[in-house]
């Protein structure tokens, strides 16, 4: 991949009834190049519209691919990412860390409103399936929508330097966290 692809990584971090999020975009040459912030709901539903907006607000038109941390931010703010592609006319790949069954039981345990479950599970039933991509010598797992997941994979191992989590959701952790901290 050429030095100069620039990708917008999205992660969060939150406490208490809020989360936030930080976007970071990075080069493959592992240049930081801008930064977004914004805020969700800790259980609630407004992340695929928080992260459409981030992308609208940055207005970069040179970010070639939107990395998102996870597929459900903030305690089951599930992120829909069909939406988020056809809104941003980016590639959208979500990356997660660790194997897991899945969040449908997980859904299901945290709420108590039938409407919710039956709504969180419909997005995230919608969304693709994870395929493991290793990433020097460490698996992650990979959702993909608007490229290939060969594409994808490739995308991830190019922004991921070292260890298996890629530049541009390292540094977005970091930055979300350090809003945390200042709150």
């Known amino acids: 991949m050429k030095a100069g692809v620039r990708a917008l990584g999205i992660a969060e971090s939150y406490r208490d009834t809020t989360s936030h999020l930080a976007g970071v975009v990075v080069r493959a040459s592992r240049v930081v190049d801008g930064f977004v912030f914004d805020t969700c709901t800790v259980g609630g539903s407004d992340a695929t519209t928080v992260v459409r907006a981030m992308v609208d607000r940055l207005d970069r ?9 996870g597929i459900a931010l903030a305690w089951f703010n599930v992120l829909d990412l069909h939406r988020i592609h056809d ?4 590639p959208v790949v979500s990356v997660t860390f ?8 997980a859904i299901q345990e945290a709420f ?17 399936d994870r395929h493991p991509v290793t990433v020097n010598d460490e698996t992650v797992y990979v959702r ?5 997941d060969a594409e994808a994979a490739d995308v991830v191992r190019a922004f991921t330097p070292e260890g298996g989590r890629p ?5 977005a952790r970091l930055a979300a966290r350090g809003l945390v901290d200042a709150d």
């Open 112 to 128: 108590d409103d039938p409407d919710v479950v039956a709504d969180r599970l419909s997005t995230y039933r919608a969304q693709p």
């Open 87 to 90: 809104e941003t006319d980016l």
């Open 98 to 105: 660790e194997a897991s069954p899945g969040l449908e039981s």
């Open 61 to 69: 038109e040179d970010v070639r691919y939107l990395l998102l941390s």
């Open 144 to 148: 993909a929508v608007g490229l290939p």
């Open 167 to 171: 530049e541009p959701l390292r540094v």
